[in-house]
């Protein structure tokens, strides 16, 4: 885990259960994009928390559900383009599911788990701090894709080079 987000001992005091639990720390198997999900809601979690500070939010609420918004097994890297388009509208209804199961959440970490991926999936952010994550969310997505495009494209130019260094 990366050492600034541990290091918060604020942050691990509101969120310690949660990363304590095993059921939790299996999204490490699971990949997203060019990271695993736990890496991810660990940096969606903690980015939305501090700006959730910043701007005198429920940064407890937001650290929590952060961590939680992508809490759902599968890989999707490895089914069609219909199921993905499934997954992408229904993952937040199985994170809420699964994050229910085992922790008590009140009705803002609830919102904020089900509508991080609105307009997609079909639930309205109904707070700030809904707002917030889902923003926070897809911008760590936005980077996560970006950094695996530009490792993508300097492959391909490497090999393109020395194609072209092996022909002349």
Do not use: Q, W
Not at 23 to 42: P, V
Not at 141 to 167: P, S
Request: with cysteine; proline share 2%; net charge positive.
């Amino acid at each position: 885990m990366n050492y600034k987000i541990m290091s918060d001992f604020e942050y691990i005091d509101i969120v310690r259960d949660i990363i304590n639990n095993e059921e939790f720390l299996k999204l490490k198997f699971y990949r997203h994009h060019d990271n695993t999900r736990l890496d991810h809601c660990l940096k969606v979690s903690y980015n939305a928390y501090k700006l959730a500070k910043k701007f005198n939010l429920d940064y407890k609420a937001v650290a929590r559900a952060g961590l939680l918004h992508d809490f759902f097994y599968g890989d999707l890297r490895y089914i069609n383009v219909i199921e993905r388009k499934y997954m992408l509208n229904a993952h937040p209804y199985f994170a809420y599911y699964n994050a229910s199961k085992i922790f008590k959440l009140n009705e803002k970490e609830k919102n904020m788990i089900l509508s991080h991926m609105f307009p997609i999936s079909y639930e309205v952010p109904r707070y700030k701090e809904s707002i917030l994550l889902d923003l926070v969310d897809d911008l760590e997505a936005l980077k996560e894709v970006g950094i695996y495009i530009k490792d993508r494209l300097k492959h391909n130019i490497n090999l393109i080079l020395i194609m072209l260094n092996e022909v002349v």
